[in-house]
């Protein structure tokens, strides 16, 4: 059935526009007219009391969400539950996010994966592989005895699945340039993290196909006076994205603008680190045998180190203007079109055109989700 959104603002992931009428069916927008428009009558009509209509969100890193983690159950119904979980912060689209872990738990991750979007299970793009190919040094909360080489059998593994994206982080130092080169021209893209890489060892495996970095500034080489690291490397890298966990503690406020400044418009991505615990009412967690509770928008062990957000992806928007006077549909841009254009969608997501997945969300005058469309449901 062909359906149409009016009395809305229109904000279409380029500009805001008044007086316009979005039309799809068959899960693609087919039209989009002005609202004095009768050639689309018949639809069924879906009236927004003049709220704002934008792009679904996108999250390219989600562990987690309503009670689940994806490392402990990597099945499709645990993928369901995490993408309806996610959904009421505005996620149209996500990549499961699996934490270093065993070959075994990697192949049944990838296998959930495939089989979600052959059922297309709502939501559901890709996943991201966030190891194991990391350097212990930088672990963060990840299992360092789970950490190991890049071998013969990871090529396979890594590529295996053959709808939707797959996204790697690796630390480069610890993975050879010519498989980074390798995984790049096999369609996997490649993000940079937990890492000590030096700039020289960063240039290096940008120049081999490296295109982004995982959580700019947590658990990776810093930027100082003599050694600018791997933050300095992405910061001047011109055509690289960066991930920013904007939930007031993975990253000083502060440090929000200035990487949204020094980046080129269009690189820097929001993104949630998102655990279990978002859209649950369960605070607290097992990973790897440590007690993970959340609290006040972070998760945290025992000792106080990071562990993930309890955000969902609307409310980084929402920080980012507030706390780092991001303009409010740049920050819409920031979840949403720049994440797709991240992973190579954005022909597709990330913007209210013809042609594109009819992927929406129904903002208010205080940016609470009200409704959202996921190919059109």
Known sequence: MTQRITNCRLFDGEQVLDDRDVVFAGGVVTDVVATSDANASGCELHDLGGNLLAPGLIDLQVNGGGGVLFNDAPTVASLRAIAAAHRSFGTTAFLPTLITDSDTVMGEAVAAVAEAMRERVPGIIGIHLEGPYLNPRYKGVHDAARMRDFDAGSMARITSL????????????????????????????????????????????????????????????????????????????????????????????????????????????????????????????????????????RCVTADGTLAGSDIGLITAVKNACRFAGIDQFEALRMASTYAADAIGLADRMGYIRPGYRANFIELDASMQVRRSWIDGK
């Open 162 to 297: 053959s709808e939707g994206c797959t996204l790697l982080t690796v630390a480069p130092e610890m993975v050879p340039v010519e498989n980074i080169a390798q995984l790049k021209e096999k369609g996997v893209v490649v993000f940079g993290g937990h890492s000590a890489a030096t700039y020289e060892e960063t240039r290096r495996a940008l120049d081999a196909g490296l295109s982004g970095f995982t959580h700019l500034f947590n658990a990776m080489s810093p930027l100082t006076s003599r050694e600018p690291g791997m933050v300095g490397a992405a910061l001047e890298d011109k055509d690289s994205y960066v991930g920013i966990i904007a939930d007031g503690y993975h990253v000083h406020p502060a440090t929000v603008g200035i990487t949204v400044a020094a980046k080129q418009t269009g690189k820097t991505v929001l993104v949630t680190d998102a655990m279990p615990s978002v859209g649950s009412e369960t605070k607290s967690f097992d990973l790897f045998g440590a007690t993970i509770r959340a609290e006040g928008g």
